[in-house]
Each structure stands twice: as C-alpha cells, then as structure tokens.
Nanobody, 125 residues
Framework: QVQLVESGGGLVQAGGSLRLSCAAS????????MGWFRQAPGKERELVAA????????YYADSVKGRFTISRENAKNTVYLRMNSLKPEDTAVYYC??????????????????WGQGTQVTVSS
C-alpha cells in the first residue's frame, strides 16, 4: 500500500505562488504515475496535472497550463506542484493521487488507486 501526504497549501493573494508537496511512503514510488486533482465546493474533482513514473510524460489541464508545473523527485518519494499566477478560481482542496504501473496517464478520478487527504488552497481577490 501507498500513503500520500500533501502539504504546502494556504492562503495567498491573487497573483501569488504556492508549491504543494506530496510525500509518498513505500519502496515503489518510482513505478507510480502521480496526479494532482482539485475539488472546489459544489464542483467535481478534476485532474489538474499528472506526471509519468519517469517524468517523461506530463499532463496539464487547460485551465492551469502555463501557470502550474508538476515535477517529481523519485529519490525523495515526492511529487510537487508549483502554482504561479494564482487566481481566485484556483481555490480548492488539492489532492495527490497515485496509480501503479498504468502504462499511461489516467485522466479520471477512477484511474487512481491511492489518495492523500488533501490540502486547502485559498486564493483571495
């Protein structure tokens, strides 16, 4: 099993930046595709960014492309989400998710097996 713990959320003004971190347990982190989802009140949980096990394939939602950067350090069992130029619309609970050996980047919530508890990101106007 894999345990995921997010950190780095908080309150920031529009235009500011935050870096989220997701620390994973286990010995097979390098074999997992990692994703960041977010869920705002009243909205469906959506995939924001994802990265393959090697880091060679990356996905971004159109809404964050050019502003967010996903990366991973397999030696540290950690995946990051750097968020720049934050907007009030980015306010949500952000979740880290993992899938073992998918062979592709899952785009749906059901494609991931493990989830963190989430970290709140609030962007004020």
């Amino acid at each position: 099993q894999v345990q995921l713990v997010e950190s780095g959320g908080g309150l920031v003004q529009a235009g500011g930046s935050l870096r989220l971190s997701c620390a994973a347990s286990g010995r097979t982190f390098s074999s997992y595709v990692m994703g960041w989802f977010r869920q705002a009140p009243g909205k469906e949980r959506e995939l924001v960014a994802a990265i393959s096990s090697s880091g060679g394939s990356i996905y971004y939602a159109d809404s964050v492309k050019g502003r967010f950067t996903i990366s991973r350090e397999n030696a540290k069992n950690t995946v990051y989400l750097r968020m720049n130029s934050l907007k009030p619309e980015d306010t949500a609970v952000y979740y880290c998710a993992a899938k073992l050996y998918p062979g592709y980047i899952p785009a749906r919530r059901s494609g991931y097996d493990y989830w963190g508890q989430g970290t709140q990101v609030t962007v004020s106007s």
